[in-house]
């Protein structure tokens, strides 16, 4: 079972290795400002998942600077991907998009820009803008989805059903963009065959990469409650180690993984702990999959 990595991609597309800039837009989202909730989807940190991200009151070009100066140590040829990853990186007036947009892909060291969010915010006049922005330099959409499963998508909140999704990747595709589609495995009342569900719809879907992250319990959210009092639990290792590899073989051959699993913030992480020895998890993801393989 032969996977198309992100490491292979970047070579085939850039043909060098490219680290991600994670930016924040000073964005919020319709999650969280009332618009369809106000508490935010279940699993979500106060930082919109953008714990690793830049910091909004810094203009995008300092960011990008600053996220050159941690990655100094890993990269030699300083080509980067511009990541809007705090929020819902659409989620805002198309002037306010067009000029940090504008910011990041006019940057000499960067060579894409990636957005991440949601389906139900890509309006028509933010799909022509990102359309435009990839005219410029290569243009990555990444969606939530998260499950194809209607009953988890009503617990943690998502907010929109899975023809918005649909529609969104669609339009996105037409538009000339690369989709990239996060997906949460062992959401509370999910079981491995449910996340297989979700990962072949995903396969199927007509997008070009996806992100298989485990569910992690933050501090503060939601479903830190729900985990302390007994409601919900996370896999073990191994489990998700055999699960991934499970997930994978469901893909098409050229459908990009970007990620296997997932960077909790060491300081609000609640569980799994196991998950903050990437390299370890790595290494038995990769033993797995080749073992597979084999099969």
């Known amino acids: 079972m032969n996977y198309y990595s992100l490491n292979e991609y970047l070579q085939d597309t850039f043909g060098e290795k490219v680290y991600k800039i994670a930016l924040d837009g000073g964005f919020t989202c319709p999650n969280r400002d009332g618009t369809l909730d106000t508490r935010g989807c279940i699993f979500c940190s106060g930082a919109g998942s953008g714990e690793f991200a830049g910091k909004p009151e810094d203009s995008i070009t300092a960011q990008i600077e600053k996220g050159k100066e941690r990655l100094r140590g890993k990269v030699k040829n300083g080509k980067y991907i511009a990541y809007f990853q705090a929020f819902t990186s659409t989620y805002a007036p198309v002037e306010k998009l067009r000029r940090l947009y504008e910011e990041a892909v006019s940057h000499p060291d960067i060579i894409a820009l990636s957005v991440a969010t949601r389906p139900d915010c890509l309006s028509k006049e933010v799909i022509l803008l ?13 969606l939530g989805l998260q499950t194809i499963h209607e009953k988890t998508a009503k617990y943690i909140r998502r907010g929109y059903p899975l ?27 999910e079981a491995a065959k449910d996340c297989k569900e979700t990962v072949s719809y995903v396969g199927k879907s007509g997008a070009d990469g ?86």
Do not use: F
């Open 130 to 142: 990102l359309q435009e922005m990839n005219e410029i330099k290569p243009v990555w959409v990444e």
């Open 163 to 189: 023809s918005v999704y649909d529609e969104a990747v669609k339009k996105l595709k037409k538009a000339g963009m690369q989709v990239i589609v996060h997906v949460i495995l062992g959401l509370p009342g």
């Open 210 to 295: 996806i992100k298989l992250q485990l569910l992690h319990v933050i501090r503060g959210t939601d479903l830190e409650k729900d985990y302390r009092e007994g409601k919900c639990r996370v896999m073990e290792m191994e489990e998700y180690v055999a699960l991934v590899a499970d997930c994978i073989a469901l893909l098409p051959e050229r459908m990009v993984i970007h990620r296997m699993t997932g960077d909790g913030d060491k300081r609000t992480l609640i569980a799994p702990k196991w998950s903050m020895d990437k390299k370890r998890v790595l290494n038995a993801l990769h033993k797995a999959i080749r073992e597979k393989e084999r099969v």
